[in-house]
């Protein structure tokens, strides 16, 4: 692996590769089961499905033999899928047969997105557990409007000149408000970084959808019925959106990991190739539309040994004296209610 601008220390060990040892046999059972058991239960059993998922992809990650562990339960997540559920469902009633109130319902639901974001974040990093010690997210309500809410406005109002230092600083919020124990995160990130990697998507987004255009032609010329054309459009649409967000995400997340870090306890670092990785997304992708779906476990596993192969991480001897202050009882309703109200932020 290349270290080569990664952070280091004097104290600092060796930095230990994380290593994800699900396989795609295994992973297609428990997904075929979840599926069939969801529809079956018209949804009631996702909430199983949600935990038995993410218990799987937490206890076969690993790092130096530490495995990763997922601790919320079925209850929790179904409570606050219900919760959410019923307030979606007010909210697309009065949406469709009062506007006014549904109007104002939206008004309300744009102001509580900064919530949303905190809490699931909040949820996901409380449900987290690393050599018996769990993360906590501090996001406060005020850092989260001006960030997700006011910020995008001003980008737009700038002609998005202020867009690089707007995802910037979103991702230094949701970074350096995450603790390990009781110890937080912290982050230096360059605005310069996030520029470069917006021109490197749009270089090539100049490359890419012009050989789309050029496909379409030839399949327009082959193709006498425009149906065919379309189901050529569809697929090469997608892939190519696909292809850019993972350049995107790829050159971003390099940045992140390997200038994030838990001061004396542990370094991040990333070395993951862009084209790999924008090779992967754009296979999986097809693949799952030419399955229409049953190639999914395969292509979540291989992205997620994709990204576990390209990170590592240093823990220094601190790292044994982290002090785990948190419980169990934390409440789903907002991960659940940012998933169903399409409120979606995540850390590259």
Known sequence: MDMANKPSQSDASTPSLVRFTGNGKDFFGIWIVNLLLSIVTLGVYSAWATVRTKQYFFSNTHIDNNRFEYLATPMQILKGRIIASILLVIYLFFTH?????????????????????????RFNMRMTRFRNVRFNFKGSYGGAFKLFLLMPLLCVFTMYLLLP?????????LLTNIQFGDKQFSAKLSTSKYLSALLITLLS????????????????????DSSHVLMTLIPA???????????YQAIIR??????????????LHSDLSVSRFAFVEVTNILAIGITLGLAYPWAKIRKTKVLADATAVTMMPAADSIIDTLDNT????????????DVDVSLT
Request: net charge negative; aromatic share 14%.
């Open 254 to 267: 390099n940045h992140v990991f390997n200038n994030a870090e838990i001061k004396d306890v542990a370094q």
């Open 165 to 173: 230092w707007t995802l910037k600083k979103m991702d230094e919020y």
């Open 97 to 121: 047969y009062f506007p006014l109130v549904g109007a104002i319902l939206a008004l309300m639901l744009t102001l509580l997105a900064p919530w949303l974001i905190n809490q699931s974040f």
């Open 205 to 224: 987004s100049f490359v890419a959808i012009p050989i789309i255009i050029a496909g379409l032609y030839v399949a327009g010329t082959s193709f006498e």
């Open 330 to 341: 934390e409440s789903s309703l907002g991960d659940e209610a940012s998933n169903l109200f």
């Open 237 to 247: 649409y997608i892939a190519c959106m696909y292809l850019l967000k993972a350049i």
